[in-house]
């Protein structure tokens, strides 16, 4: 029956426009592609797609056809034609017939994807949590803060705004808001969950497939909704456990008298007041936490690739890149400003 | 001391009544009786429900334009990845405005604007109930309306979105007065909503001509019934919540503050106990507009009414037992989910039995295919797929990866442009005629038509393939990188193609008024009573009320027995007089004298409107605003002796 159904979906595929338009448009994989499932809740997903996509287009085509063949058939008339009123003589079993079956037709239909529609449900509830690595999000107007717990206190870290997960592992996120609701939502991934204010919430997932899954606040939350964005790095246990020790040391002492400035001035000037570096004496949560900003691939929730160069631009001026953001604007010097890009990118 | 003589006054002569068929001296009385005043005073004095109707409608599709063109804004900035043309403070001003005006100042009013013009012609009576009220609701909504264009202009517009989540836009994350500005918004436009839901409740149930038994009333009353009873269960539940906003905001309550335990879920029930049935009584309306089109162009009684009334009422039921599914990402219980699902998908059943009872009527009949006729087969097209996505949004663990997303804009777009302002448009081409007397020009319309089809397609379907490619709602760029810039482009190109149809829409509105075609009171063929009077009607519509004896009184002329009554003689020509029936049969009850013209109702929707628009700035404004509105609804309901005169010389010779 399944064997059907999947040869039923593979055939019938090709049909649905959507498919057709992607194709004529040339569009491939995609950063954040809700039908490339890279784990199994969005391949689940992913198959109910299918069917119920299946499902749609047949009845779609079912009653534009009857519409298509009424137009082409049907005879014409203009108003001199006198309506036919013989319809209330005579009772229309055969119309009332063919009506009574479309019903119930598209009755068992809807039953169908019901059906189908709870017992996927049902499959990505039931995720098996053997070993499951615990992750606590807290979203921000507009960054997203990771905390990897552990039982051991001293293996706990913080990060931000970049998630490195274990192919293979399920994930259980912990779902929490600093301000107004947002929704944590990576598509390749699993569907989304919100993250409202007094409340905790959460999300089991699980990565197969290594690669670089970008996500993104679903839920409309102010100026910045645009960029806050968030990137998951899958990737496989033997590299994952390295990147996480690295996470749980501190900050790297600076090694040159151009880093020990930056440092310097980065906790005697506003930076420390809402940063947090592990090592020094910056603790502050209000902004992402630092400590290992350059093991980064992106900056400021993903509005910015992580190069030196845009790191000094949006320390200059954040407000250029992300209008309404909560960093202020810096005067720092030229000179200024490169020591403590310095000191940053040291922070791997 | 009562003075007995004020009560009574003196006797006088009982005004004469109509002939069957009229004289044309009856015509005349009638017409002097029924029509609004003149002259300055007179202007805001006009009650007569065309009068409002047409004001409604202008202002409904003013607003409608302007949202429009905040749209194209929009789609202007999303052209192409990274676009500098407007930045987030605007563009979040710009696609709550967009929401605000389309839900709250378009879609819903402008169904009820319509129908207060058809149901009194549809249901062979004088003027609709409570015409004063009318008069009313109508200020108090083009106040509302303003308001909040000129708060958008003086750049306070509301930008949270029409949905206004709070703690978004809540006192500590939307500080200043934008948000305040919304919720008054929903204020106004619910009260005016409310208050024609009650005229249009009434007008059927009581002012139905004789004969028209609930069994017989054309579908397209049925469906702003069914609509009306609708906007009492929704509205209320939206107006205390933007309530409780405001006292959030204004007066420092919790409600919504769960720091205080109040609670940021509590808004999203309550706004969406209203926000789905809300879609619904868009719809409905439209669907009403094809029930009424369909059966003129195929010659034939629409195909099973009793089926569609009862659609009609099971839709209105279940509309009220899906809102969840705008809240499937919020952690629910699984028996929630499921039952959320299945009454979300089952909810497409009643849509389902009139799709194929159109089809059923069109399959039997012979096609007529004029410029209504178009839209109409564009709401199948549209209209059907856009039903479709829906399913898919009922379903929980689909609905987890598309919400939000822009999969979801098109799916609504789909639905209320073609569920709604299709068969809005095809019945604006079918009833222009009887408005105004005079055709819409074909040729323009099929240009009109062409261009929003196409330009519709072409804007929203590649919507569906952003939201499957993660483009998320509400936001006013992207990176190229995300390769959603050419998607975006074909959009943006659609939208303006539908801009260049509402314009050749809008010339051909203005231009057939005094040039189309002279239409007569019946162009089309119709078979229902609007079609039996002149075009455009008289102030009175029927100068003799017409007794009714089937479900498309024009067309069953022909056969009649001739000792039956045609139409009720004997109702004043010189007072304004309405006959009453019952609510099931329409058996005659009793004559209502019904009110004179007066400038009351729009001094009171004034007065309303301070008192409103004061409580955004401060409380107290609830306790002085009120004054005023006490003053100017007294006035507007004190009797005056001449019309007491009137009313018991008519009961007297009753």
Known sequence: ?348 | MIQVQDLEPAPAPRPPGNAVPPTQADRDALEHTWRDPQGFVGWFSAINHKTISKRFLLTTFGFFVAGGLIAVAMRLQLMRPANGLIGPDLYNQLFSMHGTTMMFLFAVPVMQAISIYLIPLMVGARSVAFPRMNAYAYWVFLFGGLMLYAAFLLNIGPDAGWFSYVPLAGPEYAPGKRVDFWAQLVTFTELSALLEAIVIITTVFKLRAPGMALNRIPLFVWAMLVTAFMVLFAMPSVMLASTGLIMDRLVGTHFYNPAQNGDALLWQHLFWFFGHPEVYLIFIPGLGFLSAIIPTFARRPIFGYTAMVLSLIATAFLSFGLWVHHMFATNLPEVGKSFFTAASMLIAVPSAVQIFCWIATLWTGRLNLKLPMLFVLAFFFILVLGGLTGVILASVPLDLQVHDTYFVVAHLHYVLLGGAVFPLAGAVYYWYPKFTGRLMNERLGRWNFWLFFIGFNLAFFPMHLLGLKGMTRRVYTYPAEMGWGMLNFTATMGALLIGASVMLFAINLWRSRTRGQPAGPDPWGGGTLEWATASPPSAVNFEAIPVVYGRDPVWETADHPPSRPEAVAGLATTAREQLVTSVLDAQPDHRQQFPQPTPWPFISAGATSALFIGSIFTPWAVVWGAVPVAIALTIWFWPRHDETAVNVALEKSA
Request: neutral net charge; charged residues 15%; contains cysteine.
């Open chain 1, 1 to 348: 029956m399944k064997g059907i159904l999947r040869g039923a979906v593979r055939a019938v595929q090709p049909v649905f426009a959507g498919a057709l338009i992607a194709a004529a448009f040339g569009l491939q994989a995609q950063p954040q592609d809700v039908l490339a499932p890279a784990g199994p809740q969005a391949a689940h997903i992913q198959s109910l797609w299918n069917l119920t996509v299946v499902v749609c287009s047949i009845v779609f085509a079912a009653v534009l056809g009857a519409l298509v063949y009424v137009l082409w058939r049907r005879p014409r008339a203009d108003i001199s034609a006198l309506p036919d009123l013989s319809v209330h003589m005579k009772p229309e079993s055969a119309a009332m017939r063919s009506v009574g079956g479309a019903v119930v037709a598209s009755v068992l239909l809807l039953l169908l994807l019901i059906v189908a529609s709870v017992l996927t449900d049902r499959a990505l509830a039931h995720l098996s949590l053997r070993d499951a690595l615990h992750v606590q999000i807290t979203a921000n107007q507009w960054w997203w803060e990771a905390r990897y717990d552990d039982e051991q206190a001293s293996n706990v870290f913080t990060t931000a705004n970049e998630l490195h997960i274990p192919a293979g592992r399920p994930v259980i996120f912990s779902l929490r808001s600093n301000d107004v609701i947002h929704s944590f939502w990576v598509p390749n991934l699993h569907g989304k969950k919100d993250l409202i204010p007094g409340r905790t919430a959460t999300l089991q997932l699980q990565a197969d497939r290594p690669g670089v899954y970008r996500g993104q606040c679903a839920e409309f939350c102010g100026l910045q909704h645009s960029f806050m964005a968030l990137r998951v790095v899958v990737e496989s246990q033997a590299q994952y456990e390295p990147w996480a020790q690295g996470q749980r040391q501190p900050a790297p002492e600076p090694n040159d008298e151009s880093k020990q400035r930056g440092r310097d001035l980065f906790l005697g000037t506003s930076c420390a007041m809402c940063h947090a570096i592990q090592g020094t004496d910056a603790s502050a949560r209000r902004g992402p936490d630092l400590t290992h900003l350059a093991s980064r691939q992106t900056i400021a929730a993903g509005t910015l690739h992580n190069t030196p160069d845009n790191l000094a631009r949006w320390i200059r001026n954040p407000q250029q890149f992300k209008p309404g953001a909560n960093m202020p604007a810096t005067n720092l010097s030229d000179d200024e400003l490169k020591a403590l890009v310095a000191y940053l990118v040291s922070l791997s």
